[in-house]
């Protein structure tokens, strides 16, 4: 594991009881999310009901997305943050595991929900991370993700972040629309909706981006 990649894991285990306090109900609030998730159940379940949450932090989205249909499981780089995810949302099954070396066979999910997973890749990592999406959702599939727009560049935690008082820092890499769309199409993606919502603050709009795997489902 490289160092940014342990910081990475190191400041989500000091983090994970503060996203399972602060981040409760939040998507109750968030109906752009909703509305995207929604979309994405309604099409994966024409595939199968397999789904991942890749970067799934405490589970908060598995009860949603298996309220809509679909079986669930979550996978996050942070073993505090799975061991949160199997406390507050019992029931499903969590792995540790990098988001560029998924624990899935071959073409075996339906989907997969990237819900700010994406913002952690630095550029050397983007191919392969990109790619293993691919390896792992059957032709027919589909991929929802949530970002934030930029230029790709780093970012570091500012004066007055939220979770600066917990003493931990990690990249961030806010990506644009283009690069996303871009990267799905060399993995193999077709573009099928995207939306962004309007910058809040100091905050980036954040995006949102739905891509279908090409290929024969009957592959």
């Avoid at 997969?112 to 059957?138: K, N, Q, Y």
Wanted: aromatic letters at 10%; charged letters at 20%; one cysteine or more.
């Amino acid at each position: 594991m490289d160092a940014s990649t342990e910081e990475l894991r190191d400041a989500h285990n000091v983090l994970s009881e503060w996203y399972a306090e602060n981040l409760v109900g939040v998507l109750e609030s968030m109906p752009v999310e909703r509305a995207m998730l929604d979309l994405f159940a309604e099409l994966t379940l024409t595939v199968g009901v397999e789904v991942a949450d890749v970067g799934c932090g405490t589970g908060r989205l598995l009860p949603y997305l298996a309220g809509r249909g679909l079986s669930p499981c979550g996978v996050d780089l942070s073993p505090g943050m799975v061991e949160v995810a199997r406390r507050e949302h019992p029931g499903f099954g969590y792995e540790v595991a990098d988001l560029r070396e998924l624990p899935f066979g071959n073409a075996s999910m339906a989907g997969v929900v990237c819900w700010f997973s994406l913002i952690f890749l630095a550029p050397d990592a983007r191919v392969r991370a990109f790619a293993e999406l691919a390896r792992v959702v059957r032709p027919g599939g589909y991929v929802v993700a949530a970002f934030k727009h930029g230029d790709g560049s780093g970012h570091r935690n500012g004066p007055g972040s939220p979770v600066g008082s917990l003493g931990v820092d990690f990249d961030r890499y806010w990506l644009s629309a283009r690069e996303m769309e871009d990267r799905f199409t060399a993995a193999g993606f077709a573009s099928v909706f995207q939306g962004s919502t309007p910058p809040e603050g100091t905050e980036p709009p954040y995006g949102y981006m739905l891509v279908r795997k090409t290929g024969s489902t009957n592959t």
